[in-house]
């Protein structure tokens, strides 16, 4: 049974710094990956798929990789700021159409 | 871009009331997915449908069934609802994610349904 880890479950950190949140999964034979953003009270936001034949995708201040060999992948936030404030989940879809989440990172930026 | 609408923000019924939760989607997705998210239990899967009329159970059906009679419309219904219900409801659709290029499989979500249960 996939199971899918994201460390750290809360983050803190001041404007402007780069930062990396992780995801790391346990079956390695994944169809995609895909990060969301979920503001509180809200739906989730799809930000990046990265399906199982790329390494990485880019959006604006935002790059996500995928090393399927180790079960991870990091997405990079470039330039942090107030507004990216909101938690962070991770997806796998291993067969079918189902997808397992992760647990999801509190991300706090502080003006 | 993707559109999934759910009918309802905010509801709150009795114990014992039949409750329905719509979801519609607007890009002619085969996937659609009902979802309940808790604290502390992260986004559990309620239903699946991949078509028309075709459902498949998730992790946590109990007390829950679906209804798929068009491929834009999934509901959620709550036979007898029970405050143990109370929770918040995330309507979800993708495509297949094979066949034709551009096909992703990525999943959209609606802005859910938050439901108390008195």
């Known amino acids: 049974k996939q199971e899918v880890t994201q460390i750290p479950a809360a983050l803190s950190v001041p404007e402007g710094e780069n930062l990396v949140l992780n995801c790391s999964f346990t079956?390695?034979?994944?169809?995609?990956l895909q990060w969301f953003r979920q503001d509180p009270g809200k739906g989730l936001t799809s930000l990046l798929l990265?399906?199982?034949?790329?390494r990485e995708q880019t959006s604006g201040r935002l790059n996500a990789s995928l090393d399927k060999s180790s079960g991870r992948s990091t997405l990079y936030i470039a330039a942090s700021q107030p507004g990216d404030s909101a938690t962070y989940l991770c997806a796998v879809r291993t067969s079918g159409s189902r997808l397992t989440f992760g647990e999801g990172t509190q991300l706090t930026v502080n003006p | 871009d993707v559109k999934v609408t759910q009918s309802s923000r905010y509801l709150v019924k009795r114990t014992g009331e039949k409750v329905f939760l719509e979801c519609v989607q607007d890009m002619d997705h085969e996937n659609m997915f009902w979802y309940r998210q808790d604290p502390g239990l992260g986004l559990r899967l309620i239903y699946f449908s991949y078509d028309v009329k075709m459902k498949e159970k998730g992790d946590i059906p109990e007390g829950y069934s679906v209804s798929r009679e068009k491929k834009e419309r999934f509901s959620l219904i709550l036979e007898s609802a029970s405050t143990n219900q109370t929770s918040m409801y995330l309507c979800a659709s993708s495509s297949t994610g094979w066949g034709d290029w551009g096909n992703t499989g990525e999943l959209f979500f609606g802005e859910g349904s938050r439901l108390t249960v008195l």
């Open positions: 990265i399906q199982s034949s790329q």
């Open positions: 079956d390695s034979a994944i169809y995609n």
